[in-house]
């Protein structure tokens, strides 16, 4: 779009917002020592030598003139925990720093407790920018603590963390800690998947009692309104817990799959037949011609493994959708995006090897 004059302010602001940004509060005082303090995630570096940053404020900003006057400014950066700090300062009023733990730096200018880092600055420069003004400063002290920072993009405040887990050994991959990491970036996978399949997706772990869900991703049509995380799955039926069984080690999974098989659920042979198919494609497939008991409608439903550093089945990825609405066909358009889905999450937990080599 290069017409000025069909250019939509709320669109551009859409398309603006998709940019993930970090989320800041700048401070400063004027000339009688009065405090303001305005949230901005329009904050970028600039140079390093000098050590140069920027930030941006509407001129219609209440508290524009302050700024404006002012010789300095601190640049808080807010950590995770802080969405109700960010909240108070993009609110106009003269009370925002009440209940706000806050020492002064240098020019008294108020640093706020608890942020990600801060940047102490002496204004060199202000530029005009259409209804804003950049101000750019020169950092003459700054910090960082160590707390997660606070991201924000399309209208939601967010958690950073790290895309992958990096180079790490298989010992550090079977740490608790490098799991519950694995488990962020799973997480963090889903809402893409969900938008890239058009469906309902699951993540699943391996439980004390089998298959268990630990997130759902609900697509523009969600499967059901049946979506708890918590729900254990039965290890032969469904297809998330197919996969587990086809590549779980037995001494993890054996004790639940006999228990099924003697419950009737499946013969032993079916279940020999089913893990070697899975493993043949590498994904399992429920279709069910019933009504799921989650999800109260017939289903259809594809499960990918994904593996982690070690090599070990971390999670299973499962799509999920009315039966009129997912093609059960194994070579369909869905069974392929899951894998390849499902092979990029294992690829961010540091696996290396293909799937198609595992189930050799």
């Given at each position: 779009m290069s017409d000025r004059a069909a250019i939509d302010p709320r669109a551009l602001r859409d398309v603006l917002g998709t940019f993930v940004t970090g989320v800041t509060v700048v401070t400063a005082v004027d000339g009688q020592g009065r405090k303001y303090g305005v949230t901005a995630n329009s904050f970028s570096s600039v140079s390093l030598d000098p050590p140069l940053v920027l930030w941006s404020q509407s001129t219609t900003s209440t508290s524009h003139a302050a700024f404006r006057d002012s010789d300095r400014f601190v640049v808080n950066i807010l950590s995770s925990e802080q969405i109700e700090v960010s909240n108070r300062f993009a609110k106009s009023g003269d009370r925002k720093f009440e209940g706000v733990a806050v020492k002064s730096g240098i020019g008294d200018v108020p640093v706020i407790d608890g942020c990600a880092?801060?940047?102490?600055?002496?204004?060199?420069?202000?530029?005009?920018?259409?209804?804003?003004?950049?101000?750019?400063?020169?950092?003459?002290?700054?910090?960082?603590?160590?707390?997660?920072?606070?991201?924000?993009?399309?209208?939601?405040?967010?958690?950073?963390?790290?895309?992958?887990?990096?180079?790490?050994?298989?010992?550090?991959?079977?740490?608790?800690?490098?799991?519950?990491?694995?488990?962020?970036?799973?997480?963090?996978?889903?809402?893409?998947?969900?938008?890239?399949?058009?469906?309902?997706?699951?993540?699943?772990?391996?439980?004390?009692?089998?298959?268990?869900?630990?997130?759902?991703?609900?697509?523009?049509?969600?499967?059901?309104?049946?979506?708890?995380?918590?729900?254990?799955?039965?290890?032969?039926?469904?297809?998330?817990?197919?996969?587990?069984?086809?590549?779980?080690?037995?001494?993890?999974?054996?004790?639940?799959?006999?228990?099924?098989?003697?419950?009737?659920?499946?013969?032993?042979?079916?279940?020999?037949?089913?893990?070697a198919e899975v493993k043949r494609r590498g994904i399992g497939r429920a279709a069910l011609a019933k009504q799921s008991p989650i999800h109260k409608v017939a289903i259809n439903a594809f499960s990918a493994p994904i593996f982690d550093v070690s090599g070990m089945i971390a999670f299973v990825l499962t799509v999920s959708g009315k039966s009129d609405e997912i093609d059960p066909a194994w070579d369909g358009n869905i069974p392929r995006a899951l894998r390849a889905a499902a092979d990029m999450v294992s690829r961010r937990l540091g696996f290396k090897m293909p799937v198609s080599a595992l189930a050799q």
């Open positions: 880092a801060y940047l102490e600055c002496k204004k060199l420069q202000t530029v005009p920018g259409g209804d804003h003004v950049v101000y750019i400063g020169q950092v003459e002290n700054f910090h960082k603590t160590g707390r997660k920072p606070l991201a924000f993009g399309s209208g939601k405040y967010m958690v950073a963390y790290a895309h992958d887990l990096g180079q790490i050994s298989p010992e550090l991959g079977a740490a608790n800690v490098a799991h519950i990491e694995a488990v962020r970036v799973g997480c963090a996978a889903l809402p893409e998947i969900a938008l890239e399949l058009g469906h309902t997706v699951s993540l699943a772990v391996w439980g004390n009692r089998g298959p268990t869900i630990i997130r759902w991703e609900p697509s523009a049509k969600p499967v059901s309104a049946n979506l708890r995380t918590g729900v254990v799955l039965t290890s032969t039926q469904s297809a998330t817990g197919q996969v587990f069984a086809a590549f779980l080690p037995r001494e993890i999974c054996g004790d639940i799959l006999d228990a099924e098989i003697r419950q009737g659920l499946v013969a032993r042979d079916e279940l020999d037949a089913v893990i």
